[in-house]
């Protein structure tokens, strides 16, 4: 791909906040100093991660958080979204890390955007039961009473529509269950976790919160009715089974009936009024009727038996890691948004957006960032109420069952010794935040 760099990027309104985020199990390692995750376990059984790796060193930011706080100063970011580990907060002094991070910030003058669930879960917990989502209210408790003090902005859940299909329903990440529909109950627990910690920041006095929802357009792969049929369903499946409850209080037609619990009484908790809604988006979905075979999609497997089955977007240039580059796609997500939940749908922040690419001279990773902050204009442009943009990533990371072989950072990490490199995008996202300014 290829960029036209004399064409500036164009203005976004005053008060726009720019980011860049990251998550605490893909760059903190320590792992020795808290307790394990479902991650820990997942990646220590032979076979679950492509290279065989673990993240109980990855970037080791938790030794090297000051040398990243001034990456983050010298970008010029105005806030970095980065995520609290929850089995840390369990171990002892494990809060006592994010205290020394957001000071660091805070002097830095980056302003700290804490997720409070990146799919790390304790190994002792399970999304299947309904106690999580109580114990995770607890969890946030204790976590703001410690750092609201300098944390203004707040991150509930990070894709829970990924960690329930990725993590529950395929296997293909951790905790690794196969149980494709009944793992339905994993989506409904943390909404409720997500509600129940919005409850929990409001009494500890937060007045900015979010969710991180990963959403995309979805494609029929033509007109035939069977087509359209399956793609509407999977767009119900990965977009509005997350959406609606959040932003409307109830689930799409038929989903409720099948969720745990007292899901009317639930709604009334997932649907606590959040300030602004999270987007991470990557690209659109094309999908069809299932074709009755195993289909390899994205690194994954998609089982024969799915009610639809994932094809490719032919004629688009694609990242490493094999998805397509569409930028266009998210003006057209965001618009749609706009159109089918009106005044109900809250200001917007794309929480993430970014793309694998090998190399320091990441011309590629450029003009896929440029195209995606011009699609995102454009849709400001047409109405939608954007309110912010995060890159994914600051750095190099473990990018979950793909290991260390998927590079999405601004900055390029040796893993032999974890040198920090800052690549032409970082300095092209550089340029970008002084001209905004």
């Known amino acids: 791909m290829a960029t036209d760099a004399g064409d500036p990027i164009p203005r976004f309104p005053a008060g726009f906040l720019w980011g860049v985020s990251t998550s605490a199990h893909q760059i903190e390692g320590a792992a020795d100093e808290r307790e394990p995750s479902v991650w820990d376990v997942f990646t220590a059984e032979p076979g679950r991660v492509k290279d065989g790796s673990t993240a109980a060193l990855a970037c080791d930011h938790y030794h090297r958080y000051r040398e990243d706080v001034a990456l983050l100063a010298g970008l010029g970011v105005d806030a970095y979204r980065f995520s609290v580990s929850w089995p840390r907060v369990n171990s002892p002094g494990g809060l006592d890390f994010y205290d020394r991070l957001v000071d660091e910030l805070c002097a830095?003058?980056?302003?700290?955007?804490?997720?409070?669930?990146?799919?790390?879960?304790?190994?002792?917990?399970?999304w299947l039961e309904r106690d999580t989502a109580a114990r995770f209210a607890e969890y946030v408790s204790v976590v703001a009473e410690r750092l609201g003090d300098r944390v203004t902005k707040w991150i509930t859940l990070n894709e829970p529509a990924e960690h329930t299909l990725?993590?529950?329903?395929?296997?293909?990440?951790?905790?690794?269950?196969?149980?494709?529909?009944?793992?339905?109950p994993v989506a409904h627990h943390q909404l409720l976790a997500h509600g129940l910690a919005v409850r929990a920041l409001r009494a500890a006095g937060a007045r900015d919160i979010g969710i991180a929802n990963s959403h995309g357009p979805t494609w029929p792969a033509s007109e035939e009715q069977a087509d359209l049929d399956a793609a509407g369903f999977y767009d119900i499946l990965l977009n509005r089974l997350f959406a609606e409850p959040v932003i409307l209080g109830e689930y799409p037609a038929g989903m409720g009936d099948l969720m745990p619990g007292d899901v009317e009484a639930d709604l009334k908790i997932i649907s606590e009024p959040v300030d602004w809604y999270g987007i991470n988006y990557y690209a659109p979905t094309k999908v069809g009727a299932p074709q009755g075979t195993e289909i390899e999609f994205g690194g994954l497997t998609m089982p024969a038996d799915l009610p639809f089955s994932v094809r490719e977007i032919e004629g688009r240039p694609v990242t490493d890691f094999g998805w397509p580059v569409v930028p266009e796609g998210l003006t057209e997500l965001l618009t749609g948004f706009r159109d089918r939940y009106g005044d109900r749908l809250p200001p917007i922040v794309i929480t993430e957006n970014g793309c694998s690419y090998e190399g320091v001279d990441d011309q590629d990773r450029i003009?896929?960032?440029?195209?995606?902050?011009?699609?995102?204009?454009?849709a400001s442009e047409s109405g939608v109420d954007v309110r912010g943009y995060f890159v994914w990533s600051l750095m190099d990371n473990f990018e979950w069952a793909e290991g260390y072989a998927r590079r999405f950072g601004l900055v390029h990490v040796d893993y032999a010794t974890r040198k920090r490199t800052p690549k032409a995008s970082y300095h092209w996202f550089q340029d970008v935040l002084r001209a905004q300014r």
């Open 108 to 126: 830095a003058g980056v302003r700290p955007v804490p997720t409070l669930f990146h799919w790390d879960l304790p190994a002792s917990l399970d």
């Open 166 to 184: 990725l993590g529950h329903a395929l296997g293909a990440h951790a905790p690794g269950k196969q149980l494709l529909f009944d793992a339905l």
């Open 367 to 378: 003009a896929y960032l440029d195209g995606h902050v011009r699609a995102l204009h454009k």
